[in-house]
């Protein structure tokens, strides 16, 4: 399929760089690096030859949550979204735009935010779960009191923001102790993100924000697949989720999945069939995933060509108000 | 569907009913506590009413698991075992059992589990995930190289187990704090027992033993939702993953599934195109959910009627090669 | 779900209720004749109870289309859209109509169609397969030469056209002698309504008239699970079909399938993957069927609460343009 | 996936050959013809170049079926089940055979079967639809009191036939007329398969003889997308129908699926929701069919792994109880 949009697409500053060499083996590290600096050439090239005419950038993971010291973590992300904003103007058919954003103090990524949209164009802000604030070993979830503000002056520009994955802190994480391998994408990533994403919910942040949406990667990071259940256990006692409705409904409502590093079709099938085929957007992972292996799986995955239309096009258009 | 089989059926005795307490809300405690001690009259009612035939029970959870005085863990799985045995000897043709194993000494465990399955007549064990060893914050996961010696005893004997989840410990999931609703079955539950799940198909038991089946509850605790992304990160490095296959092939070849307090049709059926209906097994989790709800929705869930006999009673008879 | 909306319900008048006679047990056809009947009572009562808000009402099958003599097949089709368009005067927020056409006189039938349209204010209409003409053993397909105009009429009004099934003549099908209950509809009427909604699709009506819709009850006649078989064969040679496009291609950008008598999950899954859930709607076939069987269906049929309310509800809105 | 075994596999004779022009374009017809006639070189090329190890084959459609002149009818079955045998006995390892029958003549058709199962050594019998009888108008079809001895030996020699598709007779079928398009393959294939199966199921067949088991091609000639409407609506009355159970009990304890000729996940997908993995088989109705479209979709359709071994193998081993 042509016109692909795809949502989940990285890039690195040299700041930043250094946190992708653990997602590669040493072999591979010099080309993923290459990739990650590069917007012109290979990006657009592959781009070009899997049918992907737009593509809504955004910064390495962890990157700004990483970087405890919160003057410099806004200096960074301001960094990060004017050389980002450099390549869209020079690409504005190809390229756009989700802020990083300092979360380590809301305030200041509450004015970036404003920055990136109202005067750099961008479609929203993509954030790498947890922010460490002050010491290394201090985070931040986002449902905490301290992001109320930030999250008004969110839901006010009426963007989406895309909840993407971090590793867990090793001084958090115990259970993966000798198991190097279940972290990052394979399972850790999923475990982290979809705990953030249902405390979000949890939170109440739907109910004060109604109109705002949240975009998760990898068709859901396991949530579809269980937010039954989740409902049919809430439904015994809610034991202090402060939200008023059931998950299930806030998923339906105001989450949209991308297909992420996930192509798979029973998990778009079960995805679907809790979501609906309008919450659902094709999206690699790039450079972390190969467009050959995104595209060559959407394209062909059976499901109608009605709904590959609007899950590889028109559902990102129509949420991200693109003018294509 | 007369004539099911149910898998994950838990009792309490009186050392170990306090485990369950804070899976009830306070006026629901008296009603569970009741039905956990129960096992002739509500019990096998329940299993009248609803078309079970047959349940293989297992003590709550964590129990054992969370005994961490080794001596007292020993007995405690003992009397356990006698009492459900004396019940079995009673009603030979409506329940089996799982063995409760003092895991924090892996020889007892052995020793215990060979003495439930020859002289007791069980079906294998039931374990809660990890247990604690001689200290509350002290604990083991069973791809440890102390278990070693018991997985080839737990092999040699012909006899499934089942990972059946337990609540992390707070001082080891910080990422709770805060959230008390995420604990339980709403999402810690899959969590652990995902990743402890991970743990061992990643360790090579299944290499060394290659025809140990071990059971998931709750559709696989999340775990097919996302396998294809878990082996296709791992082909681009395993990471110190010591196993010789795919996380996948270990799926399909040593993992069984119910569906225990997952009433769910996508869920199920993105379970059933990763893992075949063979491996599927139904299950309800009582007295934590309803043979009403389990029975309800597995009766009439649109699958093949074919798929229903297997699921509902015919591999759990393969599987455990019953008498019925 | 309150707020239904249901498409394929039947009247009968006086002069077509006979044609319905066959379709009910002896010891029925009391019941059913009255319910064809009524409007204001028990066809109320029973949306009432299952939560259908509006229906879009038809005259039963075959009626106007067995109607051989052609000047009464005019008047009979006049007087039950008279009828109908008083029954909806008086219940503007409950009933629309599709109207009955003269196919036999394609000019009388686009005369009709456009009184129904602009006049009634009708939401297009509903044809029960082949009209016979003249005599009882001559029939008319639409996809015959003489319709070319009565299409470019029903096109230019812009409304949907409902293609609902009919028993073929027994002297035309000798495949059922001896089999009468292969006959209606089990089996004769999806075989006779597929062929003809192909015969459509492939005589190039779509091509001319581009922004047609046709709907097919029954989650699509049959159609859907074959619709790649059809486009496979075609791609090795046209064999005389004049369409330009795939068959697929058709039922994917001009068919619209309800779900009237064919309450079933795989069949609407399937349905689904090959159409998308934009173009499904619910509908009963009141009172052939029961709302009761429809609505408990449809209300826990496992989709996702979007799609059930597209399906439900707001596809229906969208392609018929309703003021609810 | 290697190892694959194929049950829809058609050669000709030069007495039957003329009978497959029809289903080629004229430019195509000699390639066609040259499969149809060669067992050793193209097919065993195609068989080892996509993982076919093994293809039980029968002659073209209609062939035998389709010689009114009973005596010849006998005569030809005999030459082709020779000849074929003759082949199987030069690759043993890579052809079985279903018996051509001249079910003209019932009696000389069961002595014929008997032939073929017991000093051929064939694994049943294929059929392709009606028989035409003594002139070209007479046609039985197979649920006729005329052939209950019949399948009284059918059912004693405990292997399954195949229920393949032919054309309908022009005369008996005018509904295709001016349309070409929709014979054969395209959709006329399906309408006379499915009743004609539809018939024995109805007969009672499977009554008297609950072991016998039916194949049909192409993914069940569309009977499992409608299948619970059948049922629904002999549940209202049997008007005739002769069988003591519903259509879908038939359906799941004497009928098998293949895949020939309907390479397609949607359709794929609801058979399995219908009849259990365990029913359906791999075929590529060679000729007709390309190996590389059957097997390219068979090898990465998105089904389990387990489930993929049992369809492309595991069913055909154990229903044909074959030897490799
Ligand atoms: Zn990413
Ligand atoms: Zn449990
Ligand atoms: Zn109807
Ligand atoms: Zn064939």
Request: with cysteine; net charge negative; charged share 25%.
């Amino acid at each position: 399929m042509n016109g692909k949009i795809a949502l989940e697409e990285h890039f690195a500053i040299n700041d930043t760089i250094e946190d992708s060499r653990v997602y590669a083996r040493p072999e591979m590290w010099e080309g993923l690096r290459a990739k990650l600096l590069d917007f012109e050439t290979e990006r657009l090239d592959q781009m070009d030859e899997h049918g992907v005419e737009y593509a809504i950038l955004s910064l390495n993971s962890p990157a700004v949550q990483a970087i405890f010291d919160v003057p410099r973590a806004i200096e960074v992300a301001r960094k990060a979204n004017d050389l980002l904003a450099e390549q869209i103007a020079r690409h504005p058919k190809r390229f756009g735009g989700f802020a990083a954003l300092p979360m380590q103090d809301p305030d200041a990524a509450a004015r970036e935010l404003e920055r990136c949209v109202q005067q750099l164009g961008f479609h929203g802000f993509l954030v790498n779960g947890f922010c460490q604030v002050g010491s290394e070993d201090r985070v931040a979830y986002y449902d905490g009191d301290q992001y109320r503000d930030f999250w008004s002056v969110a839901a006010a520009l009426k963007k989406p923001f895309y909840m993407h994955p971090r590793d867990p802190l090793a001084s958090r994480e115990p259970i993966y102790d000798g198991n190097p391998w279940l972290c990052g994408p394979t399972w850790a990533f999923a475990v982290e993100t979809s705990i953030h994403a249902l405390r979000l919910m949890g939170s109440g942040l739907f109910d004060r924000h109604p109109e705002l949406q949240m975009v998760l990667g990898h068709l859901g990071e396991g949530i579809p697949f269980n937010v039954w259940r989740i409902d049919h256990i809430l439904r015994k006692g809610r034991r202090g989720m402060a939200a008023e409705k059931e998950i299930g409904e806030y998923l339906r409502s105001n989450v949209h999945l991308t297909t992420s590093g996930n192509f798979r079709a029973p998990t778009l099938l079960s995805s679907m069939l809790e979501m609906g085929s309008d919450r659902i957007m094709f999206s690699v992972d790039y450079p972390f995933e190969k467009h050959a292996d995104a595209a060559s799986w959407f394209d062909t995955v059976h499901i109608s060509e009605n709904d590959r239309r609007k899950i590889g096009r028109d559902n990102a258009i129509k949420l991200f108000d693109l003018k294509l």
